[in-house]
Each structure stands twice: as C-alpha cells, then as structure tokens.
C-alpha cells in the first residue's frame, strides 16, 4: 500500500503527453493532474464549442476559446503550480515526435478512427518503447459492462471497440468519461505497478 | 491465439487477411499486432500466421 503523498512523489517526476482536448483528452487531463501528476504535454487545434459542453471539461463562457487554453486555465484552477505544455497544433506524423517523445506515457485522445490509426501506427513503429493508452468505443449509454482494456505490447486500447460516434448514437458524458478515465486509471497502473 | 482467446483454423498457415475473412472482420479502421508487432494494412494479405502465433486485431471506432 502507498500513501498519496507516496503516490505523488512518484508521479510528480513523470509526464505525460496527450493528443486531443476533447471529451477523452480533457477529462483524462483532470484525472491525471488531481492525481500528482508532473507535467503534461497536451495538443489539440480546436475551439470550445456549445456541442462540446454535453462531455468536455469547459464551461459555457468559454465557447470560442481555443481549447488548449481554455484546458490551461481550467486546470490551473485545480493545481496552480501544475506543469502544462500545450500546443494549438494539429497532430500529424510530422509532429507527433517533437510533441511526445519525452513522455513517459502517451493517451490517444481523438474523436476520428483514421486519427486514432495514424497515431497508434506511428508510435507502435517510432516510439514502441513509450506506452501508448487509446480509446476506441464509447458512444450512447449503457453496456459499460462491455468497456474494458486490452493490451498489446506497450498499446492499450480502453472502450468497447465497438459503438461507434454517429448522429444517432452521439458521445454521452457518463460513458466518455468513464473511457477517459479508464484511460487515466491504466496510466496510473503503468506508472505505479498494476494493483496495490 | 486470436485476440487473446484460442481459436481453431483448418489451414496451418493463413494470412492475416485470410482470418479477417474467416472472421468477417468488417470494420474499417484496424490496428493488428501479430506477436505484438504491427502489422500494416499493405501487408495483411501477405503476413502470414502460424500455429501458437498471438494475433490481435483492434477495432478503432471514432467517439472522443
């Protein structure tokens, strides 16, 4: 058993990138700051949105602000000494190793599926040894029973890999936010060990 | 094994698009890792498995 200031010794010395702002990105970055976590590196080229307020971590007089800012302010409300980098970028294979590679662990936070690819591929082949914990699946309500984790290697994939974002099934907050932390709870256990 | 649960096939080597078939894999985006190496999509035809191999095959669906 560790205590949290035990806890938070270890995890004031790791950082943490995440790509994408979103419903995962924002709430994940809550979860990992409240928890002691050092730094975190977060990118994202999107403004708050109304649409976005049913899941992300902003607030109504935010709209229009660009979201990594409006994430710093808000974070810097939690913890005001907090350690953050962010980027208004659009993460592409061109950046994604001057963003990220100095993390100790990297969290997939982004809505589309080809993005969600293309950052997995790209860590898997040029960074295999940083892990990476993605998300795929969490639209809708119910059949949590059916989120989980699987890991492959140093790639971790949180959600139920199958409901898929659509019109008819949009992103809910009790189930992005659960995925999202599901997705801060195995960084945890990456950084810490597995179980107490 | 096949996402991490046994599973039987009549061929004693199949391609990774082979199985897909088999399976009937449909979904777009996939991420596959055959004993934990990443396999591209130009290579599942030719990416051959053999028995005792671990072959995970990840659904990516959008929502974030």
Known sequence: MSSFNQIRAILSQKTIGIAGAGGLGSNCAVSLLRSGVGKLIIADFDVVSDANLNRQFYFHDQIGERKVDALRDNLLRICPFASLQMHNIKVTPQNISLLFSTCDVVVEAFDLAEQKQMLIEYMLTNHPEIPLVAASGLAGWGGTEMLRIQRSGSLYICGDESSEVSDENPPLAPKVNIVSNLQADTVLGILLGDKQ | ?64
């Open chain 2, 1 to 64: 094994m096949l996402n991490n649960r046994e599973e039987q096939f009549d061929a004693q080597t199949l391609t990774v698009a082979q199985i897909m078939e088999i399976k009937s894999f449909t979904f777009r985006m996939l991420v596959v890792r055959l004993n934990d190496t990443l396999i591209k999509k130009e290579d599942y035809s030719t990416a051959s498995v053999k028995d005792g191999d671990d072959l995970k095959i990840i659904h990516l669906v959008s929502g974030g």
